[in-house]
């Protein structure tokens, strides 16, 4: 190996390491960002250090739809033994 491959190899090793490190960082950006989010959605009551919860909103209102009546057996619904 020559003195000028050996630096090659190095800078190479170098870039590798910076780009990794970055990933690294990056992730643990986007995981205190998501921990962050859920625990202020989450808003632990009674808990002074826990951010204030706003007032929820209520469910989606589900359609409503006719319901058919039950079917009932000849028997008034019981079996007999």
Known sequence: ??????????RRLEESRRAGVEMVETAY???????EMVWN????????SSPPRGPS???PK???C???PL???AGGGRRAR
């Open 29 to 35: 950006q986007a995981q205190m960002r998501s921990l």
């Open 71 to 73: 079917r009932r057996s």
């Open 41 to 48: 959605l989450l808003g632990v009551p009674g808990d002074p």
């Open 62 to 64: 589900r359609e409503s």
């Open 57 to 59: 909103r209520p469910p």
């Open 1 to 10: 190996m020559t003195r000028n491959e050996y630096e090659q190899a190095q």
């Open 66 to 68: 006719p319901r058919r």
